[in-house]
């Protein structure tokens, strides 16, 4: 019952933060024969150096897990750019004072936020190809972020992103 109960929280949870990605890729690209990575050069990720490590830290796991190895000499090179943002907030409450007396009306209204503004973060994850230097395929991600949150949680919430977005790689015939 125990494991039920965690279960369920677990599954609440993520449904609350879930990781949104949008794909595109060059149709005419033959992803099978990739068979090696490396990273961009000059890649600036925009996030702390601890938080690039454990991003780069899923991101080998999972080429590994697709079988595309890590070379010096690469087939495709990865960029990885993010941003952090605030999103607009989206729960206030409305307190409005009004009168009438005859023919004129007044009113007064006012809006009183009721949670902090939502801080959303944007990673870029470009494929490039290293003999063409051509990019072909891309991934956005888009999920909430909690500022403050301990590396545990960062870690697992990069490795909850990296696998979201490569779930979708190579791409298939039928996309």
């Known amino acids: 019952m125990r494991g039920l109960a965690i279960l369920l ?69 990865i960029n990885i750019q993010s941003r952090d943002f605030r999103t607009p907030q989206s729960s206030n409450v409305g307190v409005g004072v009004g009168g009438t007396s005859g023919n004129v009306g007044g009113g007064v209204s006012i809006g009183i936020p009721l949670n902090r503004p939502n801080v959303e973060r944007e990673i870029v994850f470009d494929l490039i190809d290293s003999q063409k230097d051509m990019l072909v395929w891309q991934a956005i991600s888009d999920t909430p972020f909690r500022e403050g949150a301990s590396p545990s949680v960062k870690e697992e919430k990069l490795y909850e992103i990296v696998n979201k977005v490569f779930s979708k790689y190579p791409p298939s015939k039928s996309n």
């Open 9 to 77: 929280f677990v599954l609440f949870c993520t449904s609350c933060s879930s990781v949104r990605v949008v794909y595109d890729y060059d149709k005419t690209t033959q992803f099978s024969n990739y068979t090696t990575y490396g990273y961009y050069p000059d890649m600036e990720t925009g996030m702390s150096q601890l938080d690039a490590r454990r991003l780069l830290n899923a991101v080998d796991e999972v080429m590994q897990q697709k079988g595309i190895l890590f070379s010096e000499e690469p087939d495709l090179l």
